[in-house]
């Protein structure tokens, strides 16, 4: 299986992954965690996008493409990718690379969600300086408030998660879509998925899709 899913900031894309991952035993690429990773440990590639993540703006298409090709061409068992196309170019980028390792993408799906549920979900959700692992204050809260399960490290609001930065976040991301959207609605096996729900129910919508999908494909 190799997926791929859409949806703004906010909109659970991380923890629906994971949850794919887990249940079809896939690799999960979040590509924000992966520049995320890259600006906190300062490498090369960190010092050039840093500036980009901070104030809420997309990593420049010729970038992106660079640090997701080789992670998704080593990945032949499957992956899921979480965050990533972003833009119509990525997207073109993305089937080229993968069509001409003859490992096409299978499915896309398309997260919305009421803006008003997103707004809580950015004000409620923390994460781990150091693991990365990612809480939400109300629904995936931490065992002890403020400390990381993993290592015990105090948890933080992350800077793209500030109010200012997050209505950036929003803006790009609505601005930049809309012809991602119809480029693969024309490809095909392209479906909406409504997560404004709890994140269990989110779950079971996105496994029956997912399901039904590839049974309908073997049958065919």
Known sequence: MRIALLGPPGAGKGTQAARICQTFHLIHFSSGDILRAEKMFGTSLGRRIRDFIDNGLLVPDDLMIQIMEQRVLAARDGFVLDGYPRTLPQ????????????????????????????????????????????????????????VCDHDSHELIIRQDDMPDVVRKRIETYQESMAPLFAYYAQQGDFKTIDASGSVDDVTRVVLDKIRRHFEAATAS
């Open 91 to 146: 997207s073109q980028a993305l089937k080229r690379i993968l069509q001409a390792a003859d490992m096409p993408l299978d499915l896309v799906l398309n997260f919305v969600v009421d803006p008003k549920v997103l707004a809580r979900r950015f004000e409620g959700r923390r994460i781990c300086p150091v693991c990365l692992a990612v809480y939400h204050v109300d629904t995936m809260p931490s065992k002890i408030p403020g």
